[in-house]
């Protein structure tokens, strides 16, 4: 089912939460909200989902206005930042839960419910906890409860709320891979929130970034990387290095203020210049991490530091240490005024 | 979730923030009829009808000697009770949260005793207990002192109604107290008083201060405990809760809400403190 | 450094007796001596005059009343409480710190007062006297009226208990449950009450006990009709106050076991909420 979101505008009080919100989602994607907190994400996903109601704008499900529909109604399977599992039922209660609220003429019998409940206990891969407490399980266990309990109920949609946030790294690895292997083989409508990047590109068919509740970017993973389309995308997105013009910047061939935007793993390193646009500049720090090396260099009138990655078979072929004096050019770079910038550091 | 409660207590333009959930007009609507029928409406009564007296007419009950002998002895009584229990009371939260010892449960189950028992029941068992001839009393008779029909047996009652509110404030926070603060402490090298003084005690104070100003206020207005052990003795050990009932019985009805309204203010001043102190020491992040 | 830290953390073996003893003598003083008291007055001249005691008429309807005043004040402030909680600690609106204020508001009034406050309502000078009269319908003095005081002492008892308990459970679970479906009473009885039970049984108890037990408001309200308007309290007072001894403590017998019981169910409540994990109260 897809889902249509028109001009949608969400005040609490004096303080925008959302900023004229237009969004497409298509019938099976999987997508990710992502932003830093506050930036309206969740906000957007409880419109979504009927818990919360939008000022203005227009929300439509394949087409058709949703907004006099309230939650219960509007057939969408919500999994909780903190699951928000029934402490007093047993995880099968839980799951069968929305199964056993139907109204009398649309309930299935009991043995139904049994069998479809352990169908997605064993989807989640979790039937042997049928009979705990939610306060039993683990993080992650809990996680995947939540969603069977969510999708109990076949909804169109699907909806997380930061799936992932409450978990320790290991799990949450695990969990995401899961996640896309379950969309993939539900192709359920999806739209998770969430504040983790890695989480975003990894898991999401299309990414949307959110900011100050408006919308940056909508893109696929790669998209949003590879041509963030504005400053603070560059920013959120992978680190990047920043090059006022007037100064350090020659090969912008910018005048006036702007600024260009340089990802660590965009810049050539080199004994000698590489052109004349290169810039001068001493190596402080060099630093192997896993696959990739980090140096840290520093021009000549200017203490703030650029970044540069570079694999490590490539770094082996010309070791650098601290006090080289090397040259770097940029391989790829965009250009934003400082009007953009300002507000970017605001953020 | 966080950010959403947070924005929501901004809601300023509507009066409630949307919800899914239903019920609110229900559950409101009924809340504040029912307040209104049983709380507001009859207190606001105590006050209309102390307007019929005037100021001139609310001066003269206050002035009034007996008037004033009561008020005294209720709150220079309930002072002192309150005083024994803070002191009693933090010594019995200490035992039960940092010791063990055989029956640990049945006492702190106990300890609720005076909220659970009647006042009546208290009272009639406190006067016999203290009376010159009583299990206690005779021992106190022994040295020429009188408990039971003297302002003396008032505190006794008084001490055991507000028992529980200084033991049970102060017990949770002491359980917060951090080993690790302790042990921080000692290991700076101060000694196991130094500790209880600059480490643990300020941080219990708040909740001491809480326990003492609730008993406090619960001994001000306490009635069936008191009329049995008191005496009653006008001038001397009368409470102006029986004041108020005594004025009653001879339809002065004037003059009995006039002292309710006095109660009534000192308790609502007690309980603006109350609440005050707990508002500070939560801006402090202490509890 | 470990041992002499742990050491220094804990007082000396004499310090801690001598607390441990001060406690428990301060303990046995004022809440133990008392409590057995009771029981040994009561049965001081025998079973059978206790029995005689218990089997008065008059002590009869003192046990009837009380328990049809407890038995409605009860359930009416068991509904108001689950409303107000529900309104509280579920929903954001304005005044909400007013309304938590004002519900605590009986607490804060003398017994006596609170009695005085229905007299000034509904006694032949009252507001409503008049009219009351003029319909011949008696509420002060009694039953209506008995009702009424236990039920303003009582007021608070129940809400004190779920508001913060139910803020501090949030309103998350409700909200799975509506997106999962479920009306607004489906979610209610499924959802929110079986998380409160505990706390609910918890106000419930005290209340009852404090209901039962009220003896000052009732006291200014019930005109002392011997075998109609008297509560348990007020008939062990009239008994007293007659030097029948045996019998005022007979009945007050009763009354302090219904204590121990509320003692004992409430310590109950406490441990199987701590068993299942969920708070009895809130943060």
Same mark, same amino acid.
């Given at each position: 089912m897809s889902i249509t979101i028109e001009n949608i505008n969400k005040h609490f009080g004096a303080y925008k939460a959302l900023d004229n919100i237009n969004l497409e989602v298509n019938s099976g994607e999987l997508i990710a909200l992502l932003g830093p907190s506050g930036c309206g994400k969740t906000s957007l996903l409880r419109i979504i989902g009927g818990l919360e109601l939008a000022d203005s704008g227009k929300l439509l499900f394949h087409g058709e206005d949703v907004e006099a529909r309230d939650a219960r109604e509007r057939n969408v399977g919500f999994v909780f930042q903190h699951y928000a599992l029934f402490r007093h039922m047993t995880v099968f209660e839980n799951v069968a839960f929305g199964l056993r609220v139907k109204p009398k003429k649309e309930r299935h019998h009991e043995a139904e419910i049994q069998r479809r409940v352990h169908e997605l206990l064993n989807l989640v891969q979790l039937d042997w906890l049928a009979d705990r407490y939610p306060a039993q399980l683990s993080g992650g266990q809990r996680q995947r409860i939540a969603l069977a309990r969510a999708l109990a109920v076949e909804p169109k949609i699907l909806l997380l709320d930061e799936p992932f946030g409450a978990l320790d790294a290991q799990v949450r690895k695990e969990l995401r891979r899961w996640l896309r292997r379950l969309h993939d083989e539900l192709h359920i409508t999806s739209i998770f929130v969430t504040h983790d990047q890695e989480e975003a590109l990894e898991v999401a068919d299309r990414v949307v970034v959110m900011n100050k509740g408006k919308i940056e970017?909508? %893109?696929?993973?790669?998209?949003? *990387?590879? !041509?963030? =389309?504005?400053?603070?995308?560059?920013? @959120?997105?992978?680190?990047?290095?920043? @090059?006022?013009?007037?100064?350090?910047?020659?090969?912008?061939?910018?005048?006036?203020d702007a600024v260009a935007y340089v990802r660590p793993h965009d810049i050539d390193i080199s004994r000698t210049p590489q052109d004349d646009t290169a810039l001068p500049v001493e190596v402080k720090l060099v630093r192997a991490i896993g696959s990739i090396v980090r140096i840290e260099v520093s021009a000549d009138d200017s203490s703030e530091l650029i970044e540069i990655e570079l694999s490590r078979e490539r770094f082996d072929t010309a070791p650098l240490v601290c006090g080289d004096r090397v040259f770097i050019r940029p391989r790829q770079f965009r250009v934003f005024e400082t009007g953009d910038a300002n507000e970017l550091s605001a953020a | 979730m966080a950010q959403l409660a947070a924005s929501s207590k901004r809601v300023t333009t509507r009066f409630r923030a949307h919800s899914v959930l239903p019920g609110f007009n229900l559950a409101? %609507?009924?809340?504040?009829? *029912?307040?209104?029928?049983?709380?507001?409406?009859?207190?606001? =009564?105590? @006050?209309?009808?102390?307007? #019929?007296? %005037?100021?001139?007419?609310?001066?003269?009950?206050?002035?009034?000697?007996?008037?004033?002998?009561?008020?005294?002895? #209720?709150?220079? !009584?309930?002072? =002192?009770? !309150?005083?024994?229990?803070?002191?009693? %009371?933090?010594?019995? =939260?200490?035992?039960?949260?940092? *010791?063990?010892f055989p029956g640990k449960r049945i006492v702190d189950a106990l300890v609720d005793l005076p909220f659970a028992l009647p006042t009546a029941v208290a009272g009639i068992t406190l006067a016999t207990l203290y009376a010159p001839h009583g299990w206690i009393g005779q021992y106190f008779a022994a040295q020429g002192i009188k408990v039971a029909y003297t302002p003396l047996g008032i505190v006794v009652a008084l001490t055991f109604i507000g028992l529980p509110f200084v033991v049970r404030t102060v017990q949770p926070v002491l359980e917060d107290v951090e080993a690790g603060v302790e042990e921080a402490a000692a290991s700076l090298g101060a000694g196991r008083w130094d500790v209880f003084r600059r480490v643990i005690f300020p941080a219990i104070f708040p909740a001491l201060l809480t326990g003492f100003s609730l008993a406090f206020a619960r001994a001000i207005g306490e009635y069936g405990s008191v009329i049995f052990i008191a005496g009653n003795m006008p001038y001397i050990s009368e409470i102006s809760p029986l004041l108020i009932v005594a004025k009653l019985e001879q339809y002065d009805y004037a003059g009995a809400t006039a002292i309710a309204v006095i109660m009534l203010l000192i308790s609502f001043a007690l309980l603006l403190g109350v609440n005050a102190l707990q508002w500070w020491t939560s801006r402090r992040g202490v509890r | 450094m470990a041992i002499t830290t742990r050491i220094a953390t804990h007082e000396s073996k004499a310090v801690t007796l001598l607390f441990i003893g001060v406690a428990l003598t301060y303990l046995l003083l004022f809440l133990g001596l008392p409590l057995f008291a009771v029981f040994y007055q009561a049965f001081s001249k025998g079973w059978d005059l206790y029995w005689v005691a218990l089997q008065e008429p008059d002590a009869w309807s003192a046990i009837k009343l009380t328990f049809i005043a407890a038995g409605i004040a009860v359930p009416c402030n068991l509904v108001f409480g689950i409303a107000a909680a529900w309104a509280i600690a579920k929903f954001e609106f304005k005044g909400k710190s007013l309304l938590i204020t004002l519900i605590d508001l009986p607490f804060a009034v003398s017994p006596v007062v609170s009695g005085l406050v229905y007299v000034l309502l509904f006694g032949a000078q009252g507001w409503f006297g008049e009219w009351l009269q003029a319909h011949d319908i008696k509420l002060l003095f009694a039953v209506p009226g008995i009702v009424l005081a236990t039920i303003f002492v009582t007021f608070p008892f129940i809400a004190r208990e779920l508001i913060p308990l139910m803020q501090a459970q949030g309103k998350e679970e409700e909200e799975a449950a509506v997106s999962l479906g479920a009306s607004g009473w489906q979610t209610f009885w499924r959802v929110t009450l079986p998380n409160i039970k505990w706390g609910l049984m918890y106000g419930v108890i005290l209340c009852n006990a404090r209901a039962m037990g009220e003896f000052g408001a009732v006291s200014v309200v019930s005109g002392h009709i011997r075998g109609m308007t008297n509560t348990m309290p007020l008939h062990v007072e009239i008994l007293y106050n007659e030097y029948n001894f045996v019998a005022a403590f007979a009945v007050a017998s009763l009354l302090a076991l219904l204590a121990v019981v509320t003692l004992a169910v409430k310590s109950l409540v406490e441990w199987q909420a701590k068993r299942s994990g969920e708070p009895l109260h809130g943060a």
């Open positions: 970017q909508v %893109g696929t993973p790669d998209e949003v *990387y590879a !041509a963030p =389309a504005s400053p603070f995308v560059y920013q @959120f997105i992978g680190n990047v290095n920043l @090059f006022h013009s007037r100064d350090h910047a020659p090969w912008t061939e910018q005048h006036g | 409101l %609507g009924f809340t504040l009829l *029912y307040l209104s029928l049983i709380v507001l409406v009859p207190l606001s =009564a105590l @006050f209309f009808k102390t307007a #019929t007296l %005037g100021w001139g007419g609310f001066f003269d009950v206050l002035t009034n000697d007996r008037v004033l002998s009561s008020l005294r002895v #209720t709150f220079l !009584a309930s002072l =002192a009770a !309150a005083v024994i229990n803070a002191f009693f %009371g933090l010594i019995v =939260a200490w035992v039960l949260v940092r *010791y063990t | -």
